[in-house]
């Protein structure tokens, strides 16, 4: 059960739209429709911003998109904010009740 | 309101054992399963387990079976995370998490452990 692979950094200046791909295998990313993005800024616990592939909880901003097409989901965030900077991390449903996150990205608003 | 609240923070030295816990409030405690998740220092989550409290089912992920010990207690809604003999690698951040079907929904504030001699 590796790791999902993120890029370590993405940025972007404000406005502009910034897009971190989560790559898996079929075990996982590739054969479930529960993959999920979580936002961390530092010192404080993860939030989820994106559920079931494309899902938006209540409250997160339409800014936050997802995506997923065959072992690799995607995250973009349109009209990037100075509070969009942190970590994100995607997550997938491997099977048999487990799951697997991603590597990681610091995203970074220049 | 649903909420997850963890135990505070341990300086443990190694070889000694270690509960931390989480306590859910604001939901039916025993309907939902909660994992553990491990942030080391720097470094990404990692998916430890989920525990079913209405059963205690427990379900590990291979890089921390036989590690930890994961469990709950329904009647006061709060699960569990242990340790028989901690190595200075345990050092880290440990959050709880309510799953709702594929999803970790709510989160507690984390539980830093720090293990060193």
């Known amino acids: 059960q590796s790791a999902l692979t993120q890029p370590p950094s993405a940025s972007g200046s404000p406005g502009q739209s910034v897009t971190i791909s989560c790559t898996g295998t079929s075990s996982d990313v590739g054969g479930s429709n529960f993959v999920s993005w979580y936002q961390q800024h530092p010192g404080k616990a993860p939030k989820l911003m994106i559920y079931e592939v494309s899902k938006r909880p209540s409250g997160v901003p339409d800014r936050f998109s997802g995506s997923k097409s065959g072992n690799t989901a995607s995250l973009t965030v349109s009209g990037l904010q100075t509070e969009d900077e942190a970590d994100y991390y995607c997550?997938?449903?491997?099977?048999?009740?487990?799951?697997?996150f991603g590597t990681g990205t610091k995203v970074t608003v220049l | 309101e649903v909420q997850l609240v963890q135990s505070g923070a341990e300086v443990k030295e190694p070889g000694e054992s270690l509960k931390i816990s989480c306590k859910g409030s604001?939901?039916?405690?025993?309907?939902?399963?909660i994992g553990w998740v491990r942030q080391m220092p720097g470094k990404a989550l990692e998916w430890m387990g989920i525990v079913y409290p209405g059963d205690s089912n427990t379900i590990y992920s291979p890089s921390f079976q036989g590690q930890v010990t994961i469990s709950a207690d329904r009647s006061i809604s709060t699960a569990y995370l242990q340790w028989s003999s901690l190595k200075a690698s345990d050092t880290a951040v440990y959050y709880c998490?309510?799953?709702?079907?594929?999803?970790?929904?709510?989160w507690g504030q984390g539980t830093q452990v720090t293990v060193f001699s």
């Open positions: 998490a309510r799953r709702r079907l594929g999803l970790f929904e709510y």
């Open positions: 604001g939901y039916s405690f025993s309907s939902y399963w």
């Open positions: 997550s997938s449903y491997a099977g048999s009740n487990t799951y697997v």
